[in-house]
T-cell receptor, first 113, second 111 residues
C-alpha cells in the first residue's frame, strides 16, 4: 500500500515569491492534515480536512497561506508571498475517519532566501 | 489545553544498552498518547499508542512505554539499543482530534 505522497521534496525560492505544496493521502483516508515543522521542533497543525471541508484551520496564517482539497482526495497548500520565516518542513498526514492514527508523508523542505 | 514536555533534547547511548526517553504530559481529559519516530528524510512513523487500555504499551521495533497517571508520564524504553534506532523521537498527546507534539528527543546510538 502506498503511503502519503508529497511533492516537491525540496523547494528553494526567493522571498515574496509564491510556492505550492501537493499532498496525496493514503487511499480511502477521509481526514487530511497539514503540519508545519520548524527546525528542532515538533510539528504544529496548520489545517485539518474532513473530506473536502476544512474543519480546523485556526492555526493557518490566512493572510498568506491557503489550502484546498477540492475533491476530498489530494490537497494543495500555498504560500503567497513567502517570507524568510516560512523556511521549514511542511508535512502532510492522513487518517481514516474516526481513527486516532495519522500517517505522515516525508514532507516538503522549504528554504526561502 | 493539552501539552507534552520531552525532558531531554538529546540522548546518547551505546549499542546494546537500554534506552529511556522521557515525556511528561498535561491534559484536561483522559489523554491518548503516542510516540512517533522520525528518521532523516523520512516521514514520521508511529511507534506505539496509549488509548486508556493497558498502561504498558508495546510498540514496534522492541519499544514500549508505560502510562503513569500519578506521575503524568509516558516514558519510552527499549532494553537494547540498535544502531538503526538513531533518530528523532516525538511524544504526542491527542485531544479534541488534534495532535500536540513535543519538541523531540534526538537519540544517538554509539557503536
Amino acid at each position: 500500500e502506498a503511503g502519503v505522497v508529497q511533492s516537491p521534496r525540496y523547494k528553494i525560492i526567493e522571498k515574496k515569491q509564491p510556492v505550492a505544496f501537493w499532498c496525496n493521502p493514503i487511499s480511502g483516508h477521509n481526514t487530511l492534515y497539514w503540519y508545519l515543522q520548524n527546525l528542532g521542533q515538533g510539528p504544529e497543525l496548520l489545517i485539518r480536512y474532513e473530506n473536502e471541508e476544512a474543519v480546523d484551520d485556526s492555526q493557518l496564517p490566512k493572510d498568506r497561506f491557503s489550502a484546498e482539497r477540492l475533491k476530498g482526495v489530494d490537497s494543495t497548500l500555498k504560500i503567497q508571498p513567502a517570507e524568510l520565516g516560512d523556511s521549514a518542513v511542511y508535512l502532510c498526514a492522513s487518517s481514516l475517519a474516526g481513527s486516532e492514527t495519522q500517517y505522515f508523508g516525508p514532507g516538503t523542505r522549504l528554504l526561502v532566501l | 489545553a493539552q501539552s507534552v514536555t520531552q525532558l531531554d533534547s538529546h540522548v546518547s547511548v551505546s549499542e546494546g544498552t537500554p534506552v529511556l526517553l522521557r515525556c511528561n504530559y498535561s491534559s484536561s481529559y483522559s489523554p491518548s498518547l503516542f510516540w512517533y519516530v522520525q528518521h532523516p528524510n523520512k516521514g514520521l512513523q508511529l511507534l506505539l499508542k496509549y488509548t486508556s487500555a493497558a498502561t504498558l504499551v508495546k510498540g514496534i521495533n522492541g519499544f514500549e512505554a508505560e502510562f503513569k497517571k500519578s506521575e503524568t508520564s509516558f516514558h519510552l524504553t527499549k532494553p537494547s539499543a540498535h544502531m538503526s534506532d538513531a533518530a528523532e523521537y516525538f511524544c504526542v498527546v491527542k485531544a479534541a482530534r488534534q495532535l500536540t507534539f513535543g519538541s523531540g528527543t534526538q537519540l544517538t546510538v554509539l557503536p
